[in-house]
T-cell receptor, first 109, second 116 residues
Framework: SQQGEEDPQALSIQEGENATMNCSYKTSINNLQWYRQNSGRGLVHLIL?????REKHSGRLRVTLDTSKKSSSLLITASRAADTASYFC?????????FGDGTTLTVKP | GAVVSQHPSRVICKSGTSVKIECRSLDFQATTMFWYRQFPKKSLMLMAT?????????EQGVEKDKFLINHASLTLSTLTVTSAHPEDSSFYIC????????????FGPGTRLTVT
């Protein structure tokens, strides 16, 4: 299976609720990044967490990294309808990024 | 800052023709650009790494003679799909890595290729 697998594949929540997405990977990494993609568009970089970091915040986003479990999570707090998109994690090793299949998040107004 | 553009955004071509897609970093220089392919509801698959002034590095299973990559300057990389077939229809996305930055990649908006 692929490096950087997201879980769940799809998530549907109400506006105002929190959304949590998980990412697991198999090999060692330099860092891990989360991206957002609106339908039919390019990717937007959300946050980068280095292998020696455990948690990072950016606005309503919170990312954790557990290198012992080879996993990361992305938490979006107080979700908005505009957060509806696909979210991908990408592991970076030796300068090359490998993407998971993504989580499709739907936030209902 | 850190804007990457792609042209065209959409292209429809006939089977057997060649199509060129441009990827430009608008406000920064990029020695390294990446070309990805994305199937519907799927992740990005790295096709090749484009290095300015040298040959591209292709991922396993990607035909270099079919997907020609040219990184002629620090702000431009092109992907040419030669003798396109319907199975080449896909969403092609490029990204660029800054010279000074860490490991962030900035992505273009993508090009939707449809081969009829």
């Amino acid at each position: 299976s692929q490096q950087g697998e997201e879980d769940p594949q799809a998530l549907s929540i109400q506006e105002g609720e929190n959304a949590t997405m998980n990412c697991s990977y198999k090999t060692s990494i330099n860092n891990l990044q989360w991206y957002r993609q609106n339908s039919g568009r390019g990717l937007v970089h959300l946050i980068l967490i280095r292998s020696n970091e455990r948690e990072k915040h950016s606005g309503r986003l919170r990312v954790t990294l557990d290198t012992s479990k080879k996993s990361s999570s992305l938490l979006i707090t107080a979700s908005r309808a505009a957060d509806t998109a696909s979210y991908f994690c990408a592991t970076v090793n030796a300068g090359k990024s490998t993407f998971g299949d993504g989580t499709t998040l739907t936030v209902k107004p | 800052g850190a804007v990457v553009s792609q042209h065209p955004s959409r292209v429809i071509c006939k089977s057997g023709t060649s199509v060129k897609i441009e990827c430009r970093s608008l406000d920064f220089q990029a020695t390294t650009m990446f070309w990805y392919r994305q199937f519907p509801k799927k992740s990005l698959m790295l096709m090749a790494t484009s290095n300015e002034g040298s040959k591209a590095t292709y991922e396993q299973g990607v035909e270099k003679d079919k997907f020609l990559i040219n990184h002629a300057s620090l702000t431009l990389s092109t992907l040419t799909v030669t003798s396109a077939h319907p199975e080449d229809s896909s969403f092609y996305i490029c990204s660029a890595r800054t010279l000074t930055g860490g490991h962030e990649q900035y992505f273009g908006p993508g090009t939707r290729l449809t081969v009829t």
